[in-house]
């Protein structure tokens, strides 16, 4: 394997993130076509189990090695309540480097501004941002106006507690959208409320290519809010109408993989073979 420099500063040596049972779920290609692998990262309340549900399995189909961590607290990871940011981050930029190559980082949600985190600790070969949540005032406000209920324990501590609505379109049949949402967690205190108050993540390490993608329908991350991520990076969002937040696991989820995987196919030189 070979070495990726990662960047840690001082007072990270001094202050140590405690470290926790991390899970980790992937699915394999049936032929080495020598892609770089996929690590999928989920937003808050979700576990790795939000992608094994349909993107793990069709980006091995297509070729590229997949896998997908469950942050600490989440899915089937270590309990971690005073867990940070910074602590979901390392827990990121750990399970990277314990893959076989140069990783590609897809966050969705929460699990975006996490990647986006990670990047300045960890050299990725590219970057997806998947309905990008990277917090501030003006996010919560605009969580307060669509789901007051929902949103405002988290001001006091609570956890957040996304509609249907807000996560799945109509096209998913209701039977699914209450499985899923019946899986959901939450996050630890300290996390959330970093993501309500807006931590500003540093500059990517290696200016890797960042893709970002949403649905304009999207009802909890706003049409403007896509744009201004996308921005951060040089970029123009990639947007699927029709769409619920969890674009993983509404109706149409093979859409937005796709384009995923198409978009990584066109950098030859930073994403596999030409």
Request: avoid cysteine; glycine fraction near 12%.
């Amino acid at each position: 394997m070979s070495e990726r420099p990662r960047i840690v500063r001082g007072w990270e040596w001094a202050r140590p993130v405690r470290p926790v049972r991390r899970e980790v779920l992937s699915a394999a290609p049936e032929l080495e076509e020598g892609q770089p692998p996929l690590l999928f990262v989920p937003g808050f309340g979700h576990g790795a189990w939000a992608f094994a549900e349909h993107w793990l399995g069709h980006t091995a189909s297509r070729g590229f090695p997949a896998y997908a961590v469950s942050l600490r607290g989440h899915g089937g990871s270590g309990p971690a309540p005073e867990a940070d940011l910074r602590a979901y981050a390392h827990d990121v930029v750990q399970a990277a480097a314990g893959l076989p190559r140069q990783a590609v980082l897809v966050g969705h949600g929460a699990g975006a501004l996490v990647v986006a985190h990670a990047l300045a600790r960890y050299p990725a070969r590219a970057a997806v941002l998947v309905a990008p949540v990277f917090g501030g005032w003006a996010g919560l406000g605009a969580a307060l106006r669509r789901n007051p209920v929902g949103t405002l324990p988290a001001v006091f501590g609570g956890g957040l507690r996304p509609r249907r609505s807000q996560l799945f379109s109509r096209e998913l049949p209701e039977a699914e959208a209450r499985r899923y949402t019946a899986r959901l967690g939450r996050a630890a205190r300290r996390a959330q409320w970093q993501l309500l108050t807006g931590a500003d993540p540093e500059p990517p390490v290696g200016r890797p290519p960042v893709l970002v993608l949403g649905s304009p329908d999207d009802r909890v991350v706003p049409a403007t809010a896509l744009t201004r991520a996308a921005r951060r990076y040089g970029s123009a969002p990639l947007l699927f109408p029709g769409m619920g937040h969890d674009l993983m696991l509404d109706a149409r989820w093979q859409e937005p993989i796709d384009a995923i995987l198409d978009w990584l196919r066109k950098h030859p030189g930073r994403t596999g073979r030409p």
